[in-house]
Structures are given as C-alpha cells and as structure tokens.
T-cell receptor, first 114, second 112 residues
Framework: GNSVTQMEGPVTLSEEAFLTINCTYTATGYPSLFWYVQYPGEGLQLLLKATKADDKGSNKGFEATYRKETTSFHLEKGSVQVSDSAVYFCALSKNGGSQGNLIFGKGTKLSVKP | DADVTQTPRNRITKTGKRIMLECSQTKGHDRMYWYRQDPGLGLRLIYYSFDVKDINKGEISDGYSVSRQAQAKFSLSLESAIPNQTALYFC???????????FGPGTRLTVL
C-alpha cells in the first residue's frame, strides 16, 4: 500500500543552521507530494507541494524536489529561524480517480534555538 | 474569519458519554475529512465525505460516526467515548481534483 516515512525527531538546530528533513514514499503510479507545517496550537497548513517527477516546490525559503528514482521528497532550508519551530509532515496523494486522500508521515518536530 | 472552523476547541468528558465535534467551512469545498492526531503517529483518517450524504470510512473509523447534512458542515460523533479516544481532532476540506487540503484549528478531546 501507499505509505510515507520521514525522519524521526525531534530536530534541534541553532538559528541560521541548514535544515534537512528526509521523506521517502511508497506508492504505485505518480502521486503528488506535499509538506505541511503545524505551528504550536494550530492546524496544519500547506508549506509546499510537487505534482510530478523533478518538480521543485518552494515557499518561505523551504524547498523540496520530487525525486522519483529515489522515491524521496526531502525538505531543506538554508538558514532556519526561531519562527520555523514547528512540526513538519510529509504527505502523498494519489492523483486522479475519486481519491485525493492524503497519507501522512508521522511528523518531525523542529526546534530552532536563538 | 477562518475558512474552516471547529467547535469546541477543547473538551473534557467522561467514559461512556456521547460527544459531537462540529466542523464548518466557508470555502465552498465539496470534500470534507476528519483526522485524528496522536503523538508519534501523525494524522490518521477517520471518515471522509465527497458530497452531502456521501460518507466513507477511513483508516480508523471504529468507535466513530459522522454526519454530512449540508455542504458546509461535517460532524463527528463518539457514541460512547473511551479514554483511548483522547487525541487532537482535525477537520479538513478540499476541492474535487485538487489534492491540497485545508485544515481547521483542531479540537483537543480528553476522555477521563
């Protein structure tokens, strides 16, 4: 079946450090891939997405590239800020048909220290 | 105003009680979802609805029921709450053919 595996946290970084959160997936066909972010006390919000192989999603300085050959969608940011402290979820969705349901990874908590 | 709202935001109840969580949306989306979030387990889908009166079971529907009487509203019920249903519950919406989902702020439910 379809699944998402992301690195376990928590991840603790100093401000301005480089961030990588690994995400790999298992799916048939060509899913869409997403990163959602959950700030403390809030619901999830879409951070970025990619719908086909080699697409790069980007937003707020975060980037992730859809790598079909390695079935990966790693999240990166060159210089994190304290305000980036949150839980990050990788997710996939099968395209087409009547589905469109999201399958989430377990989440990675990021803490950024000043 | 928020596009997806959930009530209540926090609820403490006792084992055996019936609980209803409400979700309302002003986005005009046809599709609505209920998820449960537990620490270390991510989000798991409980039920989803693609239209009024359309109800589909998700990954963990046992112990829950839902109602979709109007496009804008999707309610989740726990007929007889038990302690392992203590969790954070999220409602989400999406538009057909668009896989992005929009989430409400969540309801924190504690069952004693």
């Amino acid at each position: 079946g379809n699944s998402v595996t992301q690195m376990e946290g928590p991840v603790t970084l100093s401000e301005e450090a480089f961030l990588t959160i690994n995400c790999t997936y298992t799916a048939t066909g060509y899913p869409s891939l997403f990163w959602y972010v959950q700030y403390p006390g809030e619901g999830l919000q879409l951070l970025l997405k990619a719908t086909k192989a080699d697409d790069k999603g980007s937003n707020k300085g975060f980037e992730a590239t859809y790598r079909k050959e390695t079935t990966s969608f790693h999240l990166e940011k060159g210089s994190v800020q304290v305000s980036d402290s949150a839980v990050y979820f990788c997710a996939l969705s099968k395209n087409g048909g009547s589905q469109g349901n999201l399958i989430f990874g377990k989440g990675t908590k990021l803490s950024v220290k000043p | 105003d928020a596009d997806v709202t959930q009530t209540p935001r926090n609820r403490i109840t006792k084992t055996g009680k019936r609980i209803m969580l409400e979700c309302s949306q002003t986005k005009g989306h046809d599709r609505m979802y209920w998820y449960r979030q537990d620490p270390g387990l991510g989000l798991r889908l409980i039920y989803y609805s693609f239209d009024v009166k359309d109800i589909n079971k998700g990954e963990i529907s046992d112990g829950y029921s839902v109602s979709r009487q109007a496009q804008a509203k999707f309610s989740l019920s726990l007929e007889s709450a038990i302690p392992n249903q203590t969790a954070l519950y999220f409602c989400a919406t999406s538009f057909p053919g668009i896989n992005e989902q929009f989430f409400g702020p969540g309801t924190r439910l504690t069952v004693l």
